[in-house]
């Protein structure tokens, strides 16, 4: 979709929507950086994207390492050059707990690894990109940030509070040709929520939806590569919500 083929850094890229996302992206002619914290998942990413006769390079990187994020940048400059586009998909798991049984641990895990490190990753890359006169951040919310989810409190915290960041970024940068946006996904069929949901509970997501089935990981990916691409210049600012309707029903 894309139609000038750029390099893209995308984080939590080792498996799930990451990897979709990264697998897209390099489909559209993206030089792809991935970053996660377990390196056999990255260089299986890698060698697939290489065997489809696309580019990709990997970095082993904990987002909640604050101090690491300079550091981080010279490396992805260092394999990449300039980033173009930013997606920043990662994010920790933890136990649900209501917010007076969770573990202090725990919620800042869950903002440092999605709220903050979009702050840190747009304060190293966001510049490069105003200078260019051309970028694209993408961060992946949810739509427990928009609705709320029980038993969720920091993650719906923490996605809301991107959603903030995303409409503060969009106002103060896109006059410098960067758009800044959000995509929200309902239930996602991942690795990970199928070992998580047990089937009563999936038929229950599926019949929320209006569309009557879970997202796939290709539908968070299709949609990211829009709004990485220059068909999507005019938009910024926005959260796309990418749950097939699931908004529209009263799940909790």
Not at 5 to 24: F, H, M, N, S, Y
Not at 81 to 94: T, W
Request: net charge neutral; hydrophobic share 40%; proline share 4%.
């Amino acid at each position: 979709m894309n139609t000038a083929p750029r390099k893209a850094l995308i984080t939590g890229a080792g498996r799930g929507i990451g990897k979709a996302i990264a697998l897209e992206l390099s489909g559209s002619g993206h030089h792809v950086c991935l970053l996660s914290r377990t390196e056999s998942e990255l260089k299986n990413v890698c060698a697939e994207i290489e065997a489809r006769g696309g580019q990709a390079s990997y970095l082993c990187f904990d987002l909640s390492d604050a101090a690491g994020y300079p550091g981080l940048k010279a490396q992805v400059e260092s394999q990449l050059g300039r980033v173009d586009v930013l997606v920043h998909n990662a994010a920790p798991s933890y136990r649900p707990a209501k917010l007076t049984r969770m573990a202090p641990a725990d919620w800042q895990k869950t903002l440092s690894v999605n709220l903050e490190a979009l702050a840190q990753l747009c304060g190293q890359f966001l510049e490069p990109m105003r200078e260019a006169g051309w970028g694209r951040v993408v961060s992946i919310g949810s739509l427990s940030g928009v609705l709320g989810a029980g038993s969720y409190p920091a993650y719906c915290a923490a996605k809301a509070g991107m959603e903030g960041l995303t409409k503060n970024l969009a106002i103060d940068y896109s006059r410098y040709g960067i758009t800044i946006n959000m995509v929200s996904p309902g239930f996602v069929e991942t690795e990970r929520f199928k070992q998580a949901a047990p089937p009563e509970m999936v038929e229950k997501f599926k019949q929320a939806t209006a569309i009557k089935r879970l997202g796939q990981p290709e539908d968070v990916a299709h949609a990211v590569d829009f709004l990485a691409s220059d068909k999507a210049a005019f938009i910024t600012g926005i959260n796309l919500l990418v749950c097939g309707g699931l908004n529209l029903g009263n799940l909790w």
